[in-house]
């Protein structure tokens, strides 16, 4: 079993700034993609960034230029820094992980429980 728990949402006024994190715990043998995911009231789950193994990262358009995804292997943790926030990106972020578990030996996408995130205006 492998689990993600995220940390760092809450409230925050337009313009302002939140860092999120993401530490998986479990079965791990090794983690490739990370990712987070948004998903705003009545609407689906959409893509926010994703970070490969070796540092590659991908950014939804809605966000380039305001959040950055890092992640430390060694802690087999992701972050979202949250820059120059918008009322528009009040969401709950989920967290995402493409994990190879150790038992049994196969990859698995494990998502954590979510973390809201309220941007005031």
């Known amino acids: 079993q492998v689990q993600l728990v995220e940390s760092g949402g809450g409230l925050v006024q337009a313009g302002g700034s939140l860092r999120l994190g993401c530490a998986a715990s479990g079965s791990i043998f090794v983690i490739n993609t990370m990712g987070w995911y948004r998903q705003a009231p009545g609407k689906q789950r959409d893509l926010v960034a994703t970070?490969?193994?070796?540092?590659?990262?991908n950014y939804a358009d809605s966000v380039k230029g305001r959040f950055t995804i890092s992640r430390d292997n060694a802690k087999n943790t992701v972050y979202l820094q949250m820059n120059s926030l918008k009322p528009e990106d009040t969401a709950v972020y989920y967290c995402?992980?493409?994990?190879?578990?150790?038992?049994?030996?196969?990859?698995?996408?494990?998502w954590g429980q979510g973390t809201l995130v309220t941007v005031s205006s």
């Open positions: 995402n992980a493409a994990t190879l578990q150790t038992f049994p030996f196969t990859w698995v996408e494990v």
């Open positions: 970070i490969t193994r070796d540092g590659i990262t």
